[in-house]
């Protein structure tokens, strides 16, 4: 049998599959810069006013669109059939084409996950929640924050980005909208206990009887279908109201920390209609913001960007938040 080194190392490190990604060990993520660059939706000075110091956030802004994922996905796949496809049962063409497709998807999501866990990408922004404040333990009205991210490494160690936004950045209640394929059982169970350790409140948006469905899903299998966009955009109007707005049902008594898988789709939809509906910002600037985290450069370079995401974001009823 092949050796396992001997399969190409790119596919091997990128889909978690072999040794070769663990001789390079997750380098920290360095302490945010003292002034906002390109990603305004992480002000200095609003970081202060809501007591939080930047320098103790052990997170990045880093957010990389992994163009060639799905290529060197369908190319992997290809290559592990052909290395193990004379030792399989013997099945039909259509039986083969299934495996490698599945196969395809398997490497696909291993990748994806190398890329925002080995490649450390945060993608931290932040915004205040319009007319929303706390008082903090030394008695301080604070404005509430909504941090924003992906999945980050290592999630209930110290020093980590996750336990930064808990012990420095005030995050009381987090929102893990992640609903998708991505390898990430070991990242929600550690962003939970370290919530639980720090008193803050942990949800999955995804389970439990009262979930919110894969509304994201069905936004983009809608083809039109007025029924389903409605019942979407009803998930996601709940989803703020009692996730963002009233956490628990009551006003939020601290910061409040939104991620899904890249911190791309599904955050960036939901921020981007609480930032147009709640804080009433300007259409350039929502729109600005969604960009930036889904690694968008220019019209030829637009990284994530999904216009239907976008559309979402400006069709939303704000009504349904009252």
Not at 106 to 122: F, K, P, Q, S, Y
Request: proline residues 7%.
């Amino acid at each position: 049998m092949t050796p396992r080194t001997a399969f190409p190392c790119r596919l091997l490190v990128a889909a978690a599959m072999s040794g070769c990604a663990a001789a390079t060990p997750l380098r920290p993520a360095p302490a945010l810069p003292a002034v906002a660059g390109e990603h305004d939706d992480l002000d200095p000075a609003l970081l202060r006013e809501a007591g939080v110091d930047a320098a103790l956030l052990r997170c990045n802004r880093e957010n990389r669109w992994g163009a060639s994922l799905r290529g060197d996905a369908r190319e992997g796949a290809a290559e592990l059939m052909a290395l193990v496809g004379p030792s399989l049962a013997p099945g039909t063409d259509e039986e083969r084409a299934a495996l490698q497709k599945r196969l395809q998807g398997a490497l696909m999501w291993r990748m994806v996950r190398a890329v925002l866990i080995e490649g450390d990408n945060n993608n931290l922004g932040a915004f205040p929640l319009r007319g929303r404040s706390f008082v903090d333990g030394a008695g301080r009205t604070r404005p509430v924050l909504v941090f924003r991210s992906g999945f980050t490494p290592d999630p209930d160690s110290p020093g980590s980005c996750f336990r930064s936004l808990l012990d420095a950045g005030g995050v009381r209640h987090v929102v893990n909208l992640f609903d998708g394929e991505i390898p990430a059982r070991d990242l929600v169970d550690g962003e939970g206990r370290a919530a639980a350790r720090a008193g803050a409140t942990y949800r999955t948006a995804g389970d439990g009887p009262e979930a919110y469905g894969p509304w994201r899903d069905l936004l983009r299998k809608s083809d039109g279908d007025p029924a389903k966009r409605r019942e979407a955009t009803g998930a996601v109007a709940r989803l703020i109201r009692e996730q963002i707005l009233l956490p628990g049902g009551a006003p939020p008594r601290g910061n409040v920390h939104l991620h899904c898988g890249g911190g791309m789709h599904r955050t960036g939809m939901i921020a981007g209609v609480v930032e147009r509906c709640v804080n009433r910002e300007a259409p350039e600037r929502v729109e600005a913001n969604y960009r930036r985290h889904v690694g968008w450069r220019d019209a030829a370079h637009p990284g994530g960007l999904e216009e239907d995401n976008l559309r979402f974001i400006r069709e939303f009823d704000c009504a349904l938040l009252d």
